[in-house]
């Protein structure tokens, strides 16, 4: 699959536009509000490892500020998510889940939910959702941030904001696969799937600088 053909394509330079299509309701905001305070802060406190990490946060502390409902799926298309990359024990292998949307072998990772306490925590319910993996310990700093464009049966989503975090499994569990992916497994680093997203290298790079 070539870059162009791919449903996630990153986005760099000017930041897209990312007007509301329509009028999100009224208790909304409220609904996230504890997300949009968290979000801030755990952006604020991050120290990014370069300056393209740097210039990226600044962005995204700029979307949180430019509209607050951008932790929010209902929110503008172009939105905040969470997503991390399961290591085994020995940091040798990577959980994976080939995802039936994108058609791509990536991270877990998905939108945020009012009942999430947290941005991490979102991460927590989506490697559990999607893997069926609860002992996993997930290291609470920033990995990585990436914003990509997506392209295909993703309904009103047309960007995503993405907070990346690193995760590592005492044992190289059996996984579950649930209804948003084709298939999950694990996979060596030195032998990834074929289909796997273009930036996985870069976050399996970040992820093991906090490894």
């Known amino acids: ?3 162009s053909d791919s449903p996630l394509q990153r986005e760099r330079g000017t930041r897209p536009d990312l007007a509301a299509a329509d009028t999100p309701p009224a208790w909304l905001e409220a609904a996230y509000a504890h997300l949009v305070s968290d979000a801030n802060a755990l ?14 946060r600044d962005e995204y502390l700029q979307l949180l500020a430019d509209d607050p409902l951008a932790v929010a799926k209902a929110g503008p298309p172009g939105h905040l998510t969470a997503s ?7 940091h040798t292998h990577v959980l994976l889940t080939h995802h039936r949307k994108a058609r791509l072998w990536l991270q877990f990772g998905g939108h945020l939910e009012p009942s999430d306490p947290t941005v991490l925590a979102a991460a927590i319910r989506e490697i559990r959702e999607e893997s069926g993996l609860t002992q996993v310990a997930v290291i609470p700093e920033i990995a990585q ?9 993703f309904g009103r989503c047309r960007y995503h904001w993405d907070v990346r975090f ?21 996979w060596p680093l030195d032998g990834l799937p074929a289909t796997v997203a273009d930036e996985l290298g870069d976050l399996i790079t970040a992820s093991r600088r906090l490894l």
Not at 43 to 56: M, R
Not at 84 to 90: C, E, G, I
Request: hydrophobic share 45%; net charge negative; aromatic share 6%.
């Open 1 to 3: 699959m070539t870059p």
């Open 43 to 56: 952006l604020g406190s991050w120290a990014p490892p370069s300056p393209e990490q740097a210039s990226l």
């Open 84 to 90: 991390a990359l399961v290591f085994d024990a020995n």
């Open 145 to 153: 941030l990436d914003r990509h464009r997506l392209v295909g049966d």
């Open 166 to 186: 690193a995760a590592v499994t005492a044992t190289r569990a059996e996984p579950t696969v649930s209804e948003e992916s084709l298939d999950v497994a694990w």
